[in-house]
């Protein structure tokens, strides 16, 4: 769906200018994702957001959430891609990278899959947390990097890892932990993988409690 037109606009802190759209994952209802989305339309930026399935409902809301929140030339486009599905995956950033009137893109990939539970509760769900969470992350941000080889040099995808210093400190949230170490890994990997450190630029953003997610 694509959403675009005059809209209200929010005051609010400006958000770095970016020459790209903000492409961004993980943006259910009431998630960090989505706060980051409200916040980008009320800067009248370009906003691509992905959600697992593109039902009904969520048509509705990203639609109710462009008419409240964004301002004039701001666009709202929303794809279905599952973050644990390669065929997904691939394709999403396909489509992205024909675009040529993109570059410069930045990306945040927060889709990840909550969940609560103890060591001594691993099963198929743990395993399923790990795909999205840290394998869908990393194919997403090299099937980006792979695409835009091909780009004129210094076009770049900008990659905002979601970090956190909740390392298995607090307990109880099943691989919460072990997913934001494994992410911390990748920033590691810019500098030690040609494509990713030619293709990409890497910051990671440590976010604590965020009143009102539960996360």
């Given at each position: 769906?694509?959403?675009?037109?005059?809209?209200?606009?929010?005051?609010?802190?400006?958000?770095?200018?970016s020459h790209g759209p903000?492409?961004?994952?993980?943006?259910?209802?009431?998630?960090?994702?989505?706060?980051?989305?409200?916040?980008?339309?009320?800067?009248?930026?370009?906003?691509?957001?992905?959600?697992?399935?593109?039902t009904d409902p969520r048509?509705?809301?990203?639609?109710?959430?462009?008419?409240?929140?964004?301002?004039?030339?701001?666009?709202?486009?929303?794809?279905?891609?599952?973050?644990?599905a390669r065929d997904d995956?691939?394709?999403?950033?396909?489509?992205?990278?024909?675009?040529?009137?993109?570059?410069?893109?930045?990306?945040?990939?927060?889709?990840?899959?909550?969940?609560?539970?103890?060591?001594?509760?691993?099963?198929?769900?743990?395993?399923?947390?790990?795909?999205?969470?840290?394998?869908?992350?990393?194919?997403?941000?090299?099937?980006?990097?792979?695409?835009?080889?091909?780009?004129?040099?210094?076009?770049?995808?900008?990659?905002?890892?979601?970090?956190?210093?909740?390392?298995?400190?607090?307990?109880?949230?099943?691989?919460?932990?072990?997913?934001?170490?494994?992410?911390?890994?990748?920033?590691?990997?810019?500098?030690?993988?040609?494509?990713?450190?030619?293709?990409?630029?890497?910051?990671?953003?440590?976010?604590?409690?965020?009143?009102?997610?539960?996360?």
């Open positions: 769906d694509h959403l675009t037109g005059d809209a209200v606009h929010l005051p609010g802190r400006s958000l770095p200018s903000v492409i961004c994952t993980g943006t259910g209802p009431n998630s960090i994702g989505e706060a980051m989305v409200r916040a980008l339309l009320a800067q009248g930026r370009h906003v691509i957001t992905c959600v697992s399935t593109l048509r509705r809301r990203f639609r109710r959430i462009y008419q409240e929140h964004a301002r004039a030339g701001a666009i709202l486009e929303v794809a279905p891609v599952r973050q644990g995956v691939h394709a999403f950033a396909t489509w992205i990278a024909g675009r040529e009137e993109i570059s410069q893109p930045v990306l945040l990939p927060f889709g990840a899959i909550g969940m609560n539970g103890l060591l001594q509760d691993v099963d198929e769900q743990y395993l399923r947390a790990l795909l999205v969470n840290v394998i869908g992350v990393e194919m997403l941000i090299g099937a980006f990097a792979q695409r835009w080889a091909s780009r004129p040099t210094g076009d770049r995808i900008h990659v905002v890892l979601p970090l956190s210093p909740n390392l298995g400190h607090m307990g109880g949230d099943g691989v919460y932990g072990e997913t934001k170490a494994a992410l911390q890994v990748l920033l590691a990997k810019w500098r030690s993988e040609p494509l990713l450190h030619a293709r990409t630029s890497m910051i990671g953003a440590h976010i604590g409690w965020v009143r009102g997610t539960g996360l």
